[in-house]
């Protein structure tokens, strides 16, 4: 038993002392323990910000990525007025009388109470706006709110309104709208459910996005599908490489992100993926190409600490 | 409390006439400034300021309203919108049109100019900037003031309040809450909020409404959270019962010519009328 033992203890040292060894031959290769500085974005006419560098720290590792992929080809459809009176009637219950109008961006079904807008790429916004500022409503819990969204999402997807290849990701439920009088104070108004997007796996950028919208015991109020329709198009190259992609983050911080004082210390990173970029809905886009994002944290010089997750960088030349 | 029914329903069926004391004839004037050049202060610069508030006066001139000036950078001066008591002259410049846009930086006192115009007069002396103590609009021509800057609506309406000449005749102003990026998709603000307005997207909007789904639908991004805002005279007219109760908010106007059009200028406050600010502030960035 004694000499069992001894071996069992001898084979246990031996892998205890391995795995440090294991770490710096296999992991720590892949965690690109990078620091580096980086001149902060030139400021225009003339201000001089040439001693303006700021230290990127990067606290994730690169994500692997292909020499190319498909960009994503967006497919715009052009409604009936028939389609999308169906829409309107069918899935938001837009019952009193509707008027339809058409823009080069898609087409509008509603009134001036209750609003659809169903862009040809395949955005879809239905708002009813808020009429009420008297009465405080009775608005759903942030739990409440995912399952009321889920519901209507499932609803949504069932119309044929969610494109095939997206895949629908819950990320958060607060408050939307608050409002504020002399006399009664402040209440929220609306509550919001969040959703993130992803194509085949591979998440969008900020502008793409589901929100819904609740006010009073969970009614739904406005619904937004910020994705586009789209079908694998071309391949391209991914020409950019991650690290690339951070060295160059500095030109894409707008300057008023990076105020003169206090100063900016670090950019920890966090993050850093490969995504679609899709743009805000009245934005025209042919496809949706790939680019890095980057979730950081700024770190200033007087201890404070700011969240910054919108950042992108191309990934191609083009 | 005869004349107050009275006055009420008369506010209430008269929504597109629009009269106000010192108004002139044209109530589809307007005026923007905007600043990306701050390097006489020494602040950051913008990039997109001339295309927000250009976007909007294109548009608006576009459609038949009387462009009557543009001014940016150099020629944007914060005495524009400074009250003549603390030396400044918006008399002549943003109390002389009905609707005015700025685009520039902000913060929760004020918005900023390039350019250092103060009067020299007591109480006007913040300089490259028009301070909430600095500003009396409304007593001339202006109804609603734009302004597309970081943080000036940060405070519920206790600040702003005495920018709203007395009795209110200033309707509203829109803001944001909060900071914002300066990115491109803040150059489209000026434009597609005009054109929510002005009903290239369905039918016009009202000021609320268009406020509302351009800051939502541009893809304003920033640091931390970003909530746009707008705040705007009520009136809320409570005669003695049995007489109806009802509240009147500015904010729902439409441009003069679009939807239900303008409101009267508020009545002055007497018994059984109530006139306050109303504000409104609502998420833009994230989404969750």
């Not at chain 1, 409604?79 to 938001?92: G, I, K, N, Q, S």
């Amino acid at each position: 038993m004694n000499r069992v033992l001894k071996i069992a203890l001898s084979v246990l040292l031996i892998v205890l002392s391995a795995v440090p060894l294991m770490y710096f031959l296999v992991v720590a290769p892949h965690q690109h323990p990078l620091e580096f500085k980086i001149k902060l974005p030139s400021a225009l006419h003339g201000q001089d910000n040439s001693n303006n560098y700021v230290t990127v720290v990067l606290n994730c590792s690169f994500p692997e990525v292909p020499k190319e992929m498909p960009v994503l080809e967006v497919v715009r459809h052009n409604y009936t007025e028939a389609e999308a009176m169906a829409v309107a009637r069918d899935l938001f219950n837009m019952t009193t009388p509707l008027q339809v109008s058409w823009g080069d961006w898609g087409l509008f079904v509603g009134n001036r109470t209750h609003k659809l807008y169903l862009f040809y790429e395949g955005p879809v916004h239905y708002w009813v706006p808020t009429r009420d500022w008297s009465t405080k409503p009775h608005l759903p819990k942030p739990s409440e709110c995912k399952e009321i969204a889920d519901r209507f999402l499932e609803e949504v997807r069932s119309y044929g309104l969610v494109p095939q290849p997206i895949q629908i990701e819950f990320r958060g439920a607060s408050v939307q709208e608050t409002c504020w009088d002399e006399i009664r104070g402040s209440w929220n108004v609306t509550m919001s459910a969040g959703y993130s997007l992803k194509y085949n796996g591979m998440p969008v950028t900020e502008s793409g996005f589901a929100q819904v919208i609740m006010g009073d015991r969970g009614r739904i109020v406005e619904f937004r599908g910020m994705w586009r329709n789209v079908k694998a198009g071309r391949n391209i190259q991914i020409s950019v490489s991650p690290e690339q992609a951070l060295r160059n983050i500095g030109s894409h911080i707008p300057p008023n992100m990076i105020p003169s004082s206090p100063k900016l210390e670090k950019l920890i990173i966090n993050n850093v993926e490969l995504a679609y970029l899709v743009n805000p809905p009245f934005k025209k886009q042919d496809e949706l190409i790939p680019v890095y994002t980057f979730k950081a944290v700024k770190m200033f010089e007087d201890g404070k600490k700011v969240k910054c997750e919108w950042l992108w960088v191309p990934a191609t030349s083009t | 409390m005869f004349i107050i029914t009275v006055q009420a329903l008369a506010l209430n069926s008269q929504l597109t006439v629009y009269a106000a004391g010192n108004d002139d004839n044209n109530h589809k004037e307007i005026g923007v400034e905007w600043v990306n050049d701050y390097s006489e202060p020494g602040w950051d610069n913008l990039q997109w300021s001339d295309d927000n508030a250009e976007g909007f006066y294109n548009v608006l001139v576009n459609k038949g309203f009387t462009g009557k000036f543009h001014y940016g950078n150099r020629l944007a001066w914060e005495s524009d919108f400074e009250k003549a008591s603390v030396g400044g002259n918006d008399d002549y410049y943003v109390d002389n049109v009905d609707f005015v846009y700025f685009s520039g930086h902000g913060n929760s006192s004020s918005f900023l100019f390039g350019r250092n115009k103060d009067g020299e007069y007591p109480g006007g002396d913040y300089h490259y900037q028009v301070h909430y103590t600095e500003a009396d609009w409304g007593d001339k021509d202006l109804e609603w003031i734009f302004i597309s800057a970081c943080e000036v609506l940060e405070q519920y309406p206790t600040e702003w309040n005495p920018a709203f000449h007395s009795p209110k005749t200033l309707h509203g102003m829109t803001g944001f809450h909060t900071s914002l990026a300066d990115t491109d998709d803040v150059g489209e603000l000026g434009e597609v909020f005009a054109k929510f307005l002005t009903g290239d997207y369905g039918p016009a909007g009202s000021i609320y409404e268009s406020w509302y789904s351009a800051t939502t639908q541009v893809g304003l991004t920033g640091d931390g959270e970003v909530w746009a805002a707008i705040y705007a005279v009520k009136v809320w007219y409570h005669p003695p019962p049995p007489q109806p109760e009802f509240e009147r908010y500015y904010w729902n106007e439409y441009l003069p010519s679009y939807g239900d059009g303008m409101y009267s200028d508020p009545p002055s406050p007497q018994p059984g009328l109530t006139i306050t600010i109303k504000y409104d502030k609502w998420k833009v960035y994230p989404w969750w």
